[in-house]
């Protein structure tokens, strides 16, 4: 008898560390149309599949009218069980709340993937499922994943797919139904002029920042016939227009100069030999930004 009652007391005790923490980590809010399973143990004659209404209430037969539209199903159980107390009609409930049914059967999946559009769904699941019913994430996808719960006063929540498996694995967020998952364009650096293979590079590679030096090594490297010392950096500006830098790509490369670190649009420039390269300006580079293919870092 006492073993039992030190199991119970501990047990007890446990619920009452974790119970915080699960509430924390539960992201999902009940919403009008929704319906729940509402249960209380050892009283089978108060289970019920109320649907919560407009108003965020629901009916439940025998105790009366409660408002759970906002809460999670774990907070609307304790809203249940405290209400059976404070109204004397049980002394000890233990009440469990569970969503049978979604008001919105689908999620939507938009931005950089393949097939964007609305996807049916009838249960939680995780941000790579989502993903993937979207056909996976194009060549240009940005790897920071934004969701956008269905209940727009809950703050957005970001979701990095990184590059290492494993990571992405381990981090990953449930996407419930009615939200909405939006996969941005990422930032793209150009290299043009006498490279190998003048492109964009998608700059997506999660952690380290792409540098001069690297963009160019990704553009597959200069050309024998290039002038690497006469280089030229062009930098989009906020207000739309550009900034045209020099840079002594020759001395970058012999570790004389430090290397750059790249922003978003920026565009490095390899002029070709001096009589090749006449005529080369900076709205003619960046023009030419449009029709170069897109390289991603590996």
């Given at each position: ?99 049978d049914q979604y008001a919105t059967q689908s999620i939507s999946v938009l931005g950089q993937v393949k ?55 381990s981090d990953q967020v449930q996407v419930y139904p009615g939200d909405i998952v939006l996969v941005p ?40 016939s290039a002038v690497p010392s006469h280089a030229k950096l062009i930098r989009r500006l906020p207000d ?59």
């Open positions: 008898m006492l073993m039992s009652r030190r199991l119970t007391c501990f047990s007890l005790l446990v619920a009452m560390v974790l119970c915080p923490y699960l509430f924390a980590q539960e992201s999902l809010l009940i919403g009008p149309g929704d319906q729940l399973h509402v249960q209380v143990l050892d009283t089978p004659e108060l289970e019920q599949h109320p649907r919560v209404t407009d108003s965020g209430e629901i009916p439940l037969a025998g105790v009366g009218t409660l408002k759970v539209a906002g809460l999670t199903p774990a907070a609307a159980a304790q809203k249940i069980q405290d209400f059976l107390i404070s109204s004397h009609f049980m002394n000890h409930p233990a009440v469990t709340v569970t969503i097939l964007p559009g609305v996807f049916p769904i009838t249960a939680p699941r995780s941000i790579l499922d989502a993903i993937a019913l979207a056909g996976g994430l194009t060549d240009v996808a940005d790897r920071h994943v934004t969701i956008q719960r269905r209940d727009r006063s809950i703050k957005p929540v970001t979701y990095d797919l990184s590059n290492d498996a494993d990571k992405a694995m364009h990422a930032a793209i650096a150009y290299v043009l002029g006498d490279v190998n293979r003048p492109s964009g590079i998608v700059m997506q590679n999660n952690h380290s920042q792409l540098t001069a030096l690297e963009a160019v090594s990704l553009a597959g490297g200069t050309h024998s739309g227009g550009y900034r045209e830098i020099s840079m002594n790509f020759s001395l970058i490369q012999k570790g004389k100069r430090p290397d750059v670190v790249l922003q978003p649009d920026d565009v490095i420039y390899i002029p070709f030999s001096y009589l090749r390269n006449i005529g080369s300006n900076a709205s003619g580079i960046l023009a030419a930004t449009a029709s170069a293919s897109i390289y991603t870092i590996p």
